[in-house]
């Protein structure tokens, strides 16, 4: 059973638009949310996170919202550039300010970035 | 900052024999953490150490996956014996603190046929 779902596989958008991922869990006990970037061959890179105390987080072109009440988070990137091109992981945990360890992950969505 | 480093970068083995992924985390930084990655589960974590020592083995699948930290600077995953359900990609990841965002190695292919 999956208690972060990335929904969608794949998203494909224009360059210097907006790319919006989204991705939705189960837990209620959830309190800190991250995004990684994932490069083919290359190991995921931390991009952004949001703890439940918040309902934004903004970091450059980067912005996640966050929805408590319908488990909800997604991540806007503003304006979209071909480099944007990756794949992008939601994760959460259940236990802000302890460890990473409990850090479950969402499948993955795969961003195309079109010139 | 040289990153984690991992190694191999590709470790293709037949059924049955042991195999050894390898791992140097981020100097300075005291949490390490294994993963999988499948099609099917996706990042899956198998076990994390805090300052050497394990902290949560409960993802580690079955008695054939062993993992050793034996000092901050270093760290093993063995699996004896392989499986070709053991194909997968595995990342080491490290961070400052337990707390802190994970950094991820480029990870290890491994087929086992």
């Known amino acids: 059973d999956q208690q972060v779902k990335q929904n969608s596989p794949s998203l494909s958008v224009q360059e210097g638009r907006i790319s919006i991922l989204n991705c939705d869990y189960t837990?209620?006990?959830?309190?800190?949310f991250l995004w990684y970037k994932k490069y083919p061959a290359e190991g995921p890179t931390f991009l952004i996170s949001?703890?439940?105390?918040?309902d934004k987080n903004e970091d450059g072109r980067f912005t996640v919202f966050l929805n408590k009440s319908a488990k909800h988070l997604s991540l806007h990137i503003v304006p979209s550039q071909p480099g944007d091109s990756a794949v992008y992981f939601c994760?959460?945990?259940?236990?802000?300010?302890?460890?990473?360890?409990?850090?479950?992950f969402g499948k993955g969505t795969k961003l195309s970035v079109k010139p | 900052d040289a990153g984690v480093i991992q190694s191999p970068r590709h470790e293709v083995t037949e059924m049955g024999q042991e195999v050894t992924l390898r791992c140097k985390p981020i100097?300075?930084?005291?949490?390490l953490f294994w993963y999988r990655q499948t099609m099917m589960r996706g990042l899956e974590l198998l076990i994390y150490?805090?300052?050497?020592?394990?902290?949560?083995d409960s993802g580690m699948p079955e008695d054939r996956f062993s993992a050793k930290m034996p000092n901050a600077s270093f760290s093993t995953l063995k699996i004896q014996p392989s499986e070709p359900r053991d194909s997968a990609v595995y990342f080491c990841?490290?961070?400052?603190?337990?707390?802190?965002?994970?950094?991820f190695g480029n990870g290890t292919r491994l087929t086992v046929t």
């Open positions: 994760a959460a945990s259940a236990n802000y300010g302890g460890s990473q360890g409990n850090l479950i």
């Open positions: 100097s300075g930084h005291n949490s």
């Open positions: 990841a490290s961070s400052q603190t337990a707390n802190s965002p994970l950094h």
């Open positions: 150490f805090n300052n050497n020592v394990p902290i949560d």
């Open positions: 949001i703890s439940s105390i918040k």
């Open positions: 837990n209620s006990m959830f309190d800190y």
